[in-house]
């Protein structure tokens, strides 16, 4: 049972290039996340998907887009990558946009220089 | 604007106990989370309160008060592996879940 993979697990990044993190869960979960976690601050959410084809803003959405176009897979998307966005990236899953009890990938590091 | 705070760090010797403490101050409330979270790993669920009083899982107790915004999660019988951070998080009126930085424990022989 694999639960929640995300790829890549970590990656340096110039500034100014375009980059996707994949995420995807076999839980059949409905609702998806999108986090980063930098030292000190809590987990900021910076996208949401409560059901296939529904997205929203979360906290910090700025510089990021998602899409979801299946259960399964909810990618995030830096558009052209800035050093303020270097941090770790989770993704995470819940069985409904209600509860707070979640699910997270192993996350990805991202550097961007 | 929401708000949860709890301690950076705290140190503790294997075998005791040790309290971690966490306040909030949220837009609603619809329960609050435990999640631990080992170095370099993903954070995994431990506990959920929605109503006062005690919780109890095994060497893991949470407990919450709803009229003081309080909440703590007992650890019993400490063990190297319980070094970890330990995040609080709240679900607010809009189902949004709001996260506390996090206390780091360190369990010391």
């Known amino acids: 049972i694999a639960g929640i993979t995300q790829a890549p697990t970590s990656q340096i990044l110039a500034a100014g290039r375009r980059m996707t993190l994949r995420c995807t869960q076999d839980?059949?979960?409905?609702?998806m996340y999108w986090y980063r976690q930098d030292l000190g601050l809590g987990l900021r959410l910076i996208h949401y998907?409560?059901?296939?084809?529904?997205?929203g803003k979360g906290e910090v959405p700025d510089g990021y887009s998602v899409s979801r176009a299946n259960t399964d897979d909810f990618p995030l998307t830096l558009a052209s990558a800035v050093p303020s966005q270097t941090s770790v990236y989770f993704c995470?899953?819940?069985?409904?946009?209600?509860?707070?009890?979640?699910?997270f990938g192993e996350g990805s590091r991202l550097t961007v220089l | 604007g929401q708000n949860i705070d709890q301690p950076t760090e705290m140190t503790a010797t294997e075998g005791a106990i040790v309290q971690i403490n966490c306040t909030y101050q949220?837009?609603?409330?619809?329960?609050l989370f435990w999640y631990q979270q080992h170095a370099g790993e993903a954070p995994t669920f431990l506990s959920y309160?929605?109503l006062d009083g005690l919780e109890e899982k095994g060497r893991f107790s949470s407990f919450l008060s709803r009229s003081k915004g309080y909440s703590y999660l007992l650890l019993k019988e400490l063990q190297m592996k319980d070094s970890a951070s330990y995040l609080c998080?709240?679900?607010?009126?809009?189902?949004?879940?709001?996260w506390g930085a996090g206390t780091k424990l360190i369990i010391k022989p």
């Open positions: 998907s409560n059901t296939a084809g529904t997205t």
């Open positions: 998080a709240v679900l607010d009126s809009n189902y949004q879940l709001i």
């Open positions: 995470a899953s819940s069985d409904s946009e209600n509860t707070g009890e979640l699910f």
């Open positions: 839980m059949r979960h409905n609702a």
């Open positions: 949220t837009s609603g409330f619809n329960g």
């Open positions: 309160n929605v």
